[in-house]
Structures are given as C-alpha cells and as structure tokens.
C-alpha cells in the first residue's frame, strides 16, 4: 500500500480495515493481529496499531490489554439509531439539492435509477446494492456541503450490510427504485418541501422493511455481528 504521506497511509490502513469489519470479511469476535494486517495491506505495524486505536474509539473493536484486537461490529440498536439519524440528515441534504444539484448530478442521478429498473428485473441484487449507493452519493454529493455529505456517506457506509438483505427481500428493490425516481423528480421540480418528505420517508421504509426482514437473524445469518 503506497501512500504520499504518513498520514495518508494511517488514514488508508483505517478505512480499509473498517470496510471489511463493515462488509463481514472480518467476523463478530474475530482477532485482528497487527502483523497479519501489516503483511496483507503491505504495511509495518505502526499504522495498524493507531487504525485498531481509531477503530476501538468508533466501537467497532475492542482491545483487550496483553491479548489483542477483536472484531466488535455494531448491534441491532445501532442500526436503528442509525437509520433515524439518516432520516433526518437525507432529508435535509434533499431539501439542499433543491437548490445546489447540478443538471450533471440529475442527469446521471436519473441513468442510476434507469440501470437500477433493468437490474430489478433481472434480479441481479449485487449491481443494484451498488447503484442504491451511487444514487444516495450523487444525493449526499449534490447538497454541496462537504460536512453533511461525510456525515451521511459515513452513516450509509455503516449499514451497507443489511441494506443488501433489504433489497433482496420481498418487492423492495422495486419499491426503493420508485421512490429513488420520486425524489429525482421532486429535486429537479426544485420543490424543497416535497424532496425533504420523500427522502425522509424513503429511509424509513428501508429500516421499516429491515424489521420485517427481522434485523437480528439478517446480522448473525449474513454478517455475524454480534446482537
């Protein structure tokens, strides 16, 4: 791993190893040994060390002195509160892009929700996933505020996992695609009021449909987060 300064390395060891705990590469309880990581990012210890340290301070590890690193995850409550936090901060990001969303974010914004549609058909739920994230950065992206934007790439990032349950259950992925159209829509009419209300509700569809698909067997089946 090559990075053009020290803290652009420390910062790449950190989000990488916090992807794989996110995506359930590295599993509930898992150690995470300094020197393993160290030979598969192709790093010294160092880094390692000080990207476990940042990751213990988000919660998604613990350090037990004298023994090591192990993998932490986040809970079904996490999920929720995170899902809340969402609601609210997509809202207003939509609200924002009312006024500051570009007709290039538009434009590829609606390609998104036309390759989503042919995608939803075929049942290929891996490129959907994919595009359900690019429609929410070009949303996050669009609000043109760098601190909201973070926030929210921040908290999408976190539930990536049970967001891929989501959409292969029931007639989600359809329902999710319409409702990406809808705020599309109500953004590029410029209406604030509307684009907040259908953004704010689209999240709490999502978590709604989370629970239905019951939060706790989808984390320990599929990720094996702790409950």
Known sequence: MEATDQ????G???????????????????????STLGKEL???????????????LEGLVTIVP??????????????????????????????MACKWMTGEQLDEMEEVILLSKFHEKKGNFDQLVGLDSRFHEILFEGCQSKLLEHE??????????????????GRRAEKSTQEHENIMLAIREK???LADELATRHVMNTISNIRN??????????TKWKK
Do not use: W
Not at 13 to 28: A, D, M, P
Not at 152 to 169: A, D, F, G, I, T
Not at 213 to 222: F, G, K
């Open 152 to 169: 929210l790439k921040n908290l999408h990032q976190y539930v990536q996992r049970v967001r891929k349950s989501s959409l292969e259950s």
């Open 7 to 10: 803290f652009s390395l420390r």
């Open 12 to 34: 790449k060891v950190f989000h990488t190893i916090r992807e794989n705990i996110l995506s359930g590469c590295y599993k509930y309880q898992e150690e995470l040994r300094e």
């Open 213 to 222: 698909c019951q939060i706790e067997t989808i984390m320990e089946d599929e």
């Open 42 to 56: 192709g790093v010294s210890r160092t880094p390692v060390r000080e990207a476990l340290r940042q990751l213990e």
């Open 66 to 95: 004298n023994k090591g690193a192990y993998v932490n995850g986040i809970t079904a409550q996490d999920v929720e509160v995170i899902y809340q936090m969402r609601s609210r901060l997509e809202g207003l990001c939509a609200r």
């Open 191 to 193: 209406n604030p009021d």
